[in-house]
């Protein structure tokens, strides 16, 4: 199982920027796939953007234009780039690793989570 923890949220004005980190503790590219998601009290966990080990990547059409997800293989860290901040991004966001544990079974994993805040 991968460790993961997140950091960088905080409370921004509409149309600021933010830059959330998710550090790992193995070799990201190692892992299948990284994810970040983000949830709402009473709502479901929704898919933000994520990114393969070959680098390819996938955003919710309500971000796509806003927000760029990256990786910095020697830190170990993902990286998701949040510009022109709406009210409605305000949300828990969270880290997620699939990757294969010892027996090579997929195995997914999640950090504990980063509050984000949009609001004047």
């Known amino acids: 199982q991968v460790q993961l923890e997140e950091s960088g949220g905080g409370l921004v004005q509409p149309g600021g920027s933010l830059r959330l980190s998710c550090a790992a503790s193995?070799?990201?590219?190692?892992?299948?796939?990284m994810g970040w998601y983000r949830q709402v009290p009473g709502k479901q966990r929704e898919l933000v953007a994520s990114?393969?080990?070959?680098?390819?990547?996938n955003y919710a059409d309500s971000v796509k234009g806003r927000f760029t997800i990256s990786r910095d293989s020697a830190k170990n860290t993902m990286y998701l780039q949040m510009n022109s901040l709406k009210p409605e991004d305000t949300a828990d966001y969270y880290c997620?690793?699939?990757?294969?544990?010892?027996?090579?079974?997929?195995?997914?994993?999640w950090g504990h989570g980063t509050q984000v805040t949009v609001s004047s």
């Open positions: 990114i393969s080990s070959g680098g390819t990547t």
């Open positions: 997620n690793a699939l990757a294969p544990n010892a027996q090579g079974f997929m195995v997914g994993s």
């Open positions: 193995r070799n990201i590219f190692s892992i299948n796939v």
